[in-house]
């Protein structure tokens, strides 16, 4: 089954710097990665996704770039706030069952 | 507004007694639905695939007579946590799909004394 490793476990920035979490899988089936914002004892909230025919997407301050060939994708934070402060979670999957990356811890520091 | 909702939020039970976590897809039909488990500080690991009108399907390591999972309409999914323990105590958070996006529940606190 898939595995997804997930990097920095945590991560503190000062304000307005960048941050880049990233993560591997291991099942080249996949095709969907999404990464979520999970603030404790609430639902993670969907933040950026891709799909596996695209190689990078932008939203405003968030991007993901999808390598397929290496296995890894990541998660780039510009322009950080301290509102950004969170736990960030990867995903993988080919279907609706979503195999979790370990999280991330972000500070970003005023 | 809410996609999937959960019920209860939070619930206490005493060890020993069985507890159930309802998960509905609201204003659509799921004919699949997932039940996550998170401990404090670690990431949501699956539990189990709850399919509409058949078996659930759980994931290696998760005992099926111990989280019981009934899918019988295709708007709700149950979660029964049977007999259980203080090492129960978790998040458990349900997952569906509409269209292209995979929604969660608010998730449901478990505290078993």
């Known amino acids: 089954g898939e595995n997804v490793e997930q990097h920095p476990s945590t991560l503190s920035v000062q304000e307005g710097d960048s941050a880049v979490i990233k993560c591997t899988y291991s099942d080249s089936a996949s095709n969907y990665f999404p990464w979520y914002k999970q603030e404790l004892g609430k639902r993670p909230q969907l933040i950026i996704d891709i799909r596996s025919n695209v190689g990078e997407k932008k939203d405003q301050r968030i991007a993901v770039t999808l390598n397929k060939t290496a296995k890894h994708f990541s998660l780039h934070i510009t322009e950080t706030q301290p509102e950004d402060s969170a736990v960030y979670f990867c995903a993988a999957t080919d279907t609706d069952k979503l195999i979790f990356g370990t999280g991330t811890r972000l500070q970003v520091f005023p | 507004g809410a996609v999937v909702s959960q019920h209860p939020s939070w619930v206490i039970c005493k060890s020993g007694t069985s507890v159930k976590i309802e998960c509905r897809s609201l204003d659509f039909q799921a004919t699949t639905m997932f039940w996550y488990r998170q401990f404090p500080k670690q990431s949501l690991m699956l539990m189990a695939t709850s399919n509409e009108g058949s078996k659930a399907t759980y994931e290696q390591g998760v005992e099926k007579d111990k989280f019981l999972i009934n899918h019988a309409s295709l708007t709700l999914s149950t979660l029964t946590v049977t007999s259980a323990h203080p090492e129960d105590s978790s998040f458990y958070i349900c997952?569906?799909?509409?269209?292209?996006?995979?929604?969660f529940g608010e998730g449901s606190w478990l505290t078993v004394v």
């Open positions: 997952s569906a799909r509409r269209g292209s996006t995979i929604y």
